[in-house]
């Protein structure tokens, strides 16, 4: 598994645990290069669902991939990882029953903005600034600065 801080492909395991619901496993993970620290679950895929994407294009939905872009907007945020992943389940459960095996790239991104609107606003804006692609950059720029006065308290690192 690849380390997302640093992009290292050799990582160590060292813990693996059901989650309460023991829908999947956990495992915590630590990178042998720059000794980040992540987590990663393990879970059944139900069905295959079709990403099309802006293009045209069509892919195969990745959650790793949903999860990795999620994970990188609440980057160094103070959000139990646990949290994230009820909202990524959240998310798959809501684009598997759309009952069609094809979603578009802007409905998962919709998706992915209203779970992160109500787990953290900086990841939020993070994640809206590159999906919505801004165009107001100085409004966008004010948005972050009435943020960032919260960022300091809940700037925190993962230390356990
Ligand atoms: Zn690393």
Do not use: W
Request: proline share 2%.
């Amino acid at each position: 598994m690849r380390c997302p801080y640093c992009g290292n492909d050799d990582t160590q395991v060292k813990d693996s645990r059901p989650t309460e619901d023991s829908g999947a496993i956990r495992r915590r993970r630590i990178c042998n290069a720059c000794g980040g620290r992540f987590t990663t679950f393990e879970r059944v895929q139900l069905r295959d669902l079709t990403v099309v994407k802006k293009s045209g294009r069509k892919v195969p939905f990745d959650r790793e991939k949903l999860s990795r872009s999620v994970f990188t907007a609440l980057r160094k945020r103070s959000v139990e990882p646990e949290r994230v992943e009820r909202m990524l389940s959240g998310i798959v459960r809501q684009l598997e029953s759309l009952g069609d095996v094809e979603i578009t790239s802007d409905q998962i991104g919709e998706y992915v903005m209203e779970g992160l609107k109500g787990l953290d606003d900086v990841a939020f804006v993070r994640f809206a600034s590159v999906y919505k692609n801004f165009s107001a950059a100085d409004d966008f720029r004010s948005f972050l600065t009435e943020l960032a006065h919260n960022d300091d308290r809940n700037m925190q690192v993962d230390d356990d």
